[in-house]
Structure formats: structure tokens, C-alpha cells
């Protein structure tokens, strides 16, 4: 969703396998290794975390949803204090959670 992928992409190669590979995982209805059910956004949505050179990458999509995996947002985390995530996130996966609803619920019809 929106630009989750160039957000990906441009994350350091090892992370880069490591995400790619446990999306594949959820695809084949596997929980990967890092997966975290991200509360606050109601079941199926889990966040991967990977840690590379001192930076937190994380990685949010969700799986309930009947045409696809949807990756919703992609970050390098950057708050050096508690393990909260900054609104602005929270926002955009919200939107994007909306989003991936209302296509998924088209591609139903």
C-alpha cells in the first residue's frame, strides 16, 4: 500500500531478505519468526521487526483479508524512547488498513 514497497527497498539488503522472506511465509498462512500482533488495529495485523547496525526496521501489513497480504507501512524506527509508535504512523496504517478493506472488499464483488 502507498509506497510501503520503495519504503522497503530502500532498507539495508539484510533486512531486506529477512522481510522479504517472512512476508513469503505469511503468504503461506506461516507466522514468521519476528511477527508481532500490532494491537490497537484489530486482529490480523502483525508487525515484522529486524534490527541492523544500531537501527529498528519494522514492517506492518495484514493478513485477514481475503485477495492479499497487504504491507501498509515500512519505517525505519526512529524514537529513542519507549516502544510507542510515533502518531504519524499509527495514522497511515489506519488509512491504509481502510484502504486495503475497501479493495479487498472489491475484489470480492
Given amino acids: 500500500m502507498g509506497n510501503s514497497l520503495d519504503d522497503l527497498s530502500n532498507f539495508p539488503a539484510d533486512v531486506k531478505r529477512a522481510f522479504g522472506y517472512e512476508l513469503r511465509q505469511a503468504q503461506m498462512g506461516e507466522m514468521p519468526r519476528s511477527a508481532k500482533t500490532l ?18 526496521y519494522r514492517a506492518v501489513y495484514a493478513v485477514r483479508l481475503a485477495k492479499a497480504i497487504y504491507v501498509l507501512h515500512a519505517f525505519k524506527k526512529k524514537s529513542k524512547s519507549g516502544i510507542s509508535m510515533p502518531r504519524e504512523d499509527v495514522a497511515l496504517i489506519v488509512a491504509r488498513l481502510k484502504r486495503a478493506y475497501a479493495l479487498d472488499q472489491e475484489e470480492r464483488e
Fill in 39 to 56: 494491537g490497537g488495529f484489530g486482529a490480523g495485523v502483525f508487525e515484522l521487526r529486524d534490527r541492523y547496525a544500531g537501527d529498528a
